[in-house]
Nanobody, 127 residues
Framework: QVQLVESGGGLVQAGDSLRLSCAAS????????MGWFRQAPGKERVFVAA?????????SYADSVKGRFVISRDNAKSTVYLQMNSLKPEDTAVYYC???????????????????WGRGTQVTVTS
């Protein structure tokens, strides 16, 4: 059974940084692309970033976070990270990590490409 557990959220001020972590179990982590998504209050969940399987050489970011957020992975720890810098109030959301439904498949932005999700971690950025 796949399990994803996010951590690292919190309440910060604009301009601060946070690092989210997502620990995965139940699959051979290194074989799967991982993604981060977020859902702001009253809005739909949207793509934030994704990192390819293996060494994670290929990454993809939403335009809204490009240049500020960095996704990375540690296969030895079965963990994916999201380093968030220069946070803005509009980054306030619940952040979810997700694992791709198929092994050895590159980064994808569509939510239906991912079949298991964590419960989310709240990030709140005040101005």
């Amino acid at each position: 059974q796949v399990q994803l557990v996010e951590s690292g959220g919190g309440l910060v001020q604009a301009g601060d940084s946070l690092r989210l972590s997502c620990a995965a179990s139940g699959r051979t982590f290194s074989r799967f692309t991982m993604g981060w998504f977020r859902q702001a209050p009253g809005k739909e969940r949207v793509f934030v970033a994704a990192i390819a399987y293996g060494a994670g050489i290929t990454t993809s970011y939403a335009d809204s976070v490009k240049g500020r957020f960095v996704i990375s992975r540690d296969n030895a720890k079965s963990t994916v990270y999201l380093q968030m810098n220069s946070l803005k109030p509009e980054d306030t959301a619940v952040y979810y990590c997700a694992i791709h439904r198929l092994p050895l498949t590159g980064v994808q932005l569509r939510q239906n490409a991912y079949d298991n999700w964590g419960r989310g971690t709240q990030v709140t950025v005040t101005s």
